[in-house]
């Protein structure tokens, strides 16, 4: 079973990243059958360099920026809000972890 998930994950990340290819292709073609490059042809994925050494990425036209990513960290954990399902996955993991353990001890011990 936990092959199964790998080899479909993996085949959904390739695929995923033969699509971002192939738009960024077709894109490329485009502006070379027009002969010139407009401004509403934008790649579909784009990282950019600024002079002051900020990395910039943009993803389908719209920009990424790590500045939203760490503030929303921050305010997740300002709120610190209790969620049911997490400290419930967090302690089944857990168990989860320890009967593993437990058996591969138990495996070694008889080999």
């Not at 934008?42 to 760490?70: H, I």
């Amino acid at each position: 079973m936990i092959k199964f998930f790998f080899k479909c994950a993996l085949l959904i990340s390739a695929l995923f990243i033969g699509v971002l290819i192939g738009m960024q292709y077709a894109n490329q073609g485009i502006v070379e059958m027009k002969g010139h490059e407009q401004q509403n042809f934008t790649s579909p994925v784009g990282v950019s360099q600024d002079r002051e050494g900020n990395v910039e990425a943009s993803f389908l036209g719209n920009e990424v920026e790590s500045e939203t990513l760490s503030e929303k960290k921050e305010k997740l954990e300002d709120m610190k809000a209790f969620n049911a399902f997490s400290s419930i996955g967090k302690a089944l993991a857990n168990i989860i972890e320890s009967i593993t353990n437990e058996i591969v001890n138990f495996i070694a011990s008889l080999i």
